[in-house]
């Protein structure tokens, strides 16, 4: 089963509390999720990244997301297939970062409805 990586800051998380549209569809599916994030110990605290209903993955900027190697860490630290992978985020630089990799990404406008996330999770689940 494939596995959706959320980014935290600006994608799952808004003004320090979940974004619940973005939640509630993520929990219409079974898959398992990971939130991905740059963000150091004081920063999970100041962003709200805390308590958070998935798992937190963070390399505390060593590197960001927008460097290759935070996903080949990411991959090699869990043994993840990249083909079970399925990435939401909405920093374009850590998009590319991704696809770079062969992981399927979904670049994530919180100004769109969902309705495109929930098409994209379809086709790739």
């Known amino acids: 089963m494939k596995i959706i990586l959320v980014d935290a800051w600006n994608t799952l ?21 990971i939130i991905l994030t740059n963000a150091n110990n004081n920063e999970l605290i100041d962003y709200g990244i805390v308590e958070m209903p998935y798992d937190v993955f963070s390399l505390s900027h060593d590197p960001n997301k927008d460097d290759v190697l935070y996903f080949k860490l990411f991959i090699k630290k869990h043994n993840f297939s990249i083909n079970n992978l399925i990435y939401i985020e909405h920093n374009q630089e850590a998009v590319k970062s991704a696809e770079s990799l062969g992981i399927k990404t979904h670049h994530y406008n919180s100004k769109d409805s969902t309705d495109k996330l929930h098409q994209f999770l379809l086709k790739n689940i």
């Open 13 to 33: 998380i808004k003004n320090k509390n979940l974004d619940i549209d973005l939640y509630n569809l993520l929990e219409r599916f079974e898959n398992r999720k």
